[in-house]
T-cell receptor
Framework: ETGVTQSPTHLIKTRGQQVTLRCSSQSGHNTVSWYQQALGQGPQFIFQYYREEENGRGNFPPRFSGLQFPNYSSELNVNALELDDSALYLC??????????FGPGTRLTVL | TQLLEQSPQFLSIQEGENLTVYCNSS?????LQWYRQEPGEGPVLLVTVVTGGEVKKLKRLTFQFGDARKDSSLHITAAQPGDTGLYLC?????????????????FGKGTKLSVIP
């Protein structure tokens, strides 16, 4: 059984650019949640996708958007990058509201 | 906005010592989870506590959920270097938006534990 994987591992962008992060959920899981973890902080909930539709959103602006595909993999898109967007982005997959399993994260640096 | 305060923020102890980490909130959660996160990895679930006053043990780790379901503690007995990591508590509340519903996790900032051999 393959766990949650994320790509890329690291990414460097400049202010104003756009970025797409990818997450492959664990086999059999239909729900993906995305979190932002700034340095020295705990993860903050961005949004969740359940069966290809957004199913809840945290306190993040609309330039943070996402998609979930029929195979339940997911993308996080961030437009107009700001310096404060530098963080570890984590995705977690689950079967509906059961335990969430986290991927290793994508480290985004915005210069 | 629901907030979880963890204390201490940093903890450095010698191997064999005992320690307690606290997680406090002014909000009630339906359940509370503890995770451990190591550098370069995502958080890994250690335990979920659901009932007020509940105590769960996982080898040398003891987890307690407060009677009012607003606070929790993690006690480690005879700490070992392998216990080093970031310990996160997360409150769970149900959000029944669609289908089976979903849980939103609210994380604390974490306690960074270093166990020195």
């Amino acid at each position: 059984e393959t766990g949650v994987t994320q790509s890329p591992t690291h990414l460097i962008k400049t202010r104003g650019q756009q970025v797409t992060l990818r997450c492959s959920s664990q086999s059999g899981h239909n729900t993906v949640s995305w979190y932002q973890q700034a340095l020295g902080q705990g993860p903050q909930f961005i949004f969740q996708y359940y069966r290809e539709e957004e199913n809840g959103r945290g306190n993040f602006p609309p330039r943070f958007s996402g998609l979930q595909f029929p195979n339940y993999s997911s993308e996080l898109n961030v437009n107009a990058l700001e310096l404060d967007d530098s963080a570890l982005y984590l995705c977690a997959s689950s079967l509906s509201d059961n335990e969430q399993f986290f991927g290793p994260g994508t480290r985004l640096t915005v210069l | 906005t629901q907030l979880l305060e963890q204390s201490p923020q940093f903890l450095s102890i010698q191997e064999g010592e005992n320690l307690t980490v606290y997680c406090n909130s002014s909000s009630v959660f339906s359940s509370l989870q503890w995770y451990r996160q190591e550098p370069g990895e995502g958080p890994v679930l250690l335990v979920t506590v659901v009932t007020g006053g509940e105590v769960k043990k996982l080898k040398r780790l003891t987890f307690q959920f407060g009677d009012a379901r607003k606070d929790s503690s993690l006690h480690i007995t005879a700490a070992q270097p392998g216990d080093t990591g970031l310990y996160l508590c997360a409150g769970r509340n149900r959000r029944s938006l669609r289908g089976a519903g979903s849980y939103q996790l609210t994380f604390g900032k974490g306690t960074k534990l270093s166990v020195i051999p």
